[in-house]
């Protein structure tokens, strides 16, 4: 995404106002620092600029764009809509605009913006590029690919560019021309971890893992990437024998879930394996094979001899599709939660079907919304309503294991179709779960069916079987075509046959669960 700066200030420095004389100053000597990439001790300055003009739409707009540059979007969207009040024209203003909604995973937002800008500045290749990734990420192929080449036509040296056509056509499974689309991109800008992170994807999707794997340590030096911040140094194979090694987490809560099987071959070299998660995942990966200490990450943490981020283990131990850990499942909740639980399940089964008198009732724990600040969320989450063919098989019964956004569907959900639901984890009420209360609850449940979110890299690592409804051209660990899953056995995937049919796959779906049970 490309940013614009303000080289000057449009308001005058007089020695008759010492205030002009230094805003305009620290104006200069804040740019400066901007343009040098030091964006903290850039927002310093112009902070002061704004305190003495709150209203310069310059000072602002590079107010924010240190802000932005720092990861702290929402906060340079205010800003930015605050210089737009005093210069609601300003091309770089606009395009700097919808680049913070896009970064908050809000494209739909973005996109006006950035048509507004191109209406002022029309051969701004950037800003095309900046529009035709915001389609990309709406499924606008056509369009997108239309604004991003256009981009290309202007500057035929926009790496980056390059790096984002790849993108889209790597989401319409064109794998071939995306890979081609990296190189080139790498080939202006060798250093460039975006477009090999990308390529890392389009590999893996294809199952080579060999290169793949080597790629996707590029994603480490990507801009706003989260690591742990730790002294000492990274293992690369080290002998571990006698040593202790610090693993963490890097990315989402299933990341986590999907990665940490690989600790028990770490262990296995000798190791004393401290794992550091997000306190919702501290239980569950206490249990994990191979771990000896689990610490939340925000908390202070033991020193190591060695650290390594979970997703880099399969590169630093040569994982192929053939090789992947092989005890099956890795990950359990412990009998006490499963008997907590059995009661909680039972009522509230109860509750959502009363005087429903099944012999054998099939049970089909469900979630469908992931964590929508996800990137990719609004292609892989998908409407509770949807279940409804479902719910209409005889003898099922739904219950919900969905927590936090999205939980706000189940509101009068019991006139459509019954869905039993936990106490206190309803709308408005305060969810407590943690992992192994999910794992707990699924293990009474016959399936599973979730979106491509942590929900389902739990209901896989513990055996469970569960079913994910994918689109078309999916996460490159589902690789292609594959209805399977060599992550995980009890994995069922059902992909889209047409781009955004949902309602496809659940027809699928409910005849599948019709022919299991025999009805």
Avoid at 196 to 205: A, I
Avoid at 345 to 351: H, L, Q, S
Wanted: hydrophobic share 40%; proline share 7%; glycine share 6%.
């Amino acid at each position: 995404m490309a940013v614009d700066m303000q080289e000057r200030t449009s308001h005058p420095a007089t020695a008759t106002d010492p205030q002009d004389f230094i805003a305009s100053t620290y104006f200069h000597q804040g740019t400066e620092l901007l343009r040098r990439g030091a964006f903290a001790e850039a927002e310093t300055y112009l902070r002061e600029v704004v305190r003495i003009w709150p209203h310069h739409p310059g000072a602002l707009n590079n107010l924010g764009t240190s802000i932005w540059q720092q990861g702290r979007a929402r906060e340079a969207e205010a800003i930015y809509r605050r210089a737009l009040n005093g210069a609601p024209d300003d091309f770089g203003i606009l395009n700097n605009c919808g680049n913070a909604l896009w970064e908050q995973t809000r494209p739909e937002e973005a996109i006006p913006f950035y048509r507004r800008a191109l209406e002022i500045r029309p051969e701004a290749a950037e800003t095309q590029m900046n529009l035709g990734v915001a389609l990309s990420d709406l499924g606008e192929f056509d369009e997108a690919i239309s604004w991003i080449e256009s981009s290309l036509q202007l500057d035929p040296g926009l790496a980056d560019a390059y790096d984002n056509l790849g993108m889209t056509l790597a989401r319409l499974g064109r794998w071939d021309e995306a890979l081609a689309l990296y190189d080139r991109a790498i080939e202006i800008r060798p250093n460039f971890p975006e477009a090999h992170r990308n390529k890392s994807f389009v590999l893996l999707t294809l199952g080579d893992y060999q290169r793949g794997w080597a790629e996707h340590e590029w994603r480490l030096r990507c801009k706003n990437h989260r690591l742990l911040p730790t002294t000492s140094p990274m293992w690369k194979g080290e002998n571990l024998e006698g040593r202790s090694i610090l693993l963490h987490a890097e990315q989402g809560l299933g990341d986590v879930i999907m990665f940490i099987r690989f600790v028990e071959d770490v262990k296995r070299q000798g190791a004393h394996v401290v794992a550091a998660v997000p306190d919702s995942l501290i239980r569950l990966i206490s249990r994990a094979i191979g771990v000896d200490e689990v610490h939340d990450w925000f908390a202070s943490l033991p020193t190591c001899d060695y650290h390594a981020p979970l997703m880099s283990l399969p590169s630093i131990l040569g994982t192929t599709l053939e090789s992947l850990p092989g005890r099956y499942p890795y990950l359990s909740p412990d009998d006490r939660s499963v008997e907590l639980w059995r009661p909680v399940f039972e009522n509230a089964i109860k509750a959502a079907y009363p005087g429903e008198a099944i012999s054998r009732p099939f049970r089909v724990g469900i979630v469908w919304q992931g964590n929508p600040a996800h990137r990719n969320d609004l292609r892989r989450s998908f409407p509770l309503d949807l279940f409804r063919a479902i719910a209409e098989v005889p003898g099922v019964q739904l219950i919900s294991l969905q927590k936090g956004k999205g939980i706000e569907q189940l509101e009068g959900q019991a006139e459509r179709f019954p869905v039993a639901v936990f106490p206190n984890c309803g709308p408005g009420e305060q969810d407590r779960r943690d992992f192994v209360d999910t794992a707990a609850a699924m293990t009474m449940c016959d399936l599973v069916i979730a979106p491509d979110s942590s929900t389902a890299h739990l209901a896989g690592s513990i055996g469970v079987p569960v079913w994910i409804p994918v689109t078309i051209v999916s996460d490159c660990r589902w690789l292609t075509e594959r209805h399977d899953s060599p992550w995980y056995p009890s994995v069922r995937l059902f992909r889209q046959e047409t781009l955004n049919d949902w309602e496809g796959i659940f027809d699928r779906m409910a005849h599948a669960i019709r022919e299991e049970i025999k009805v």
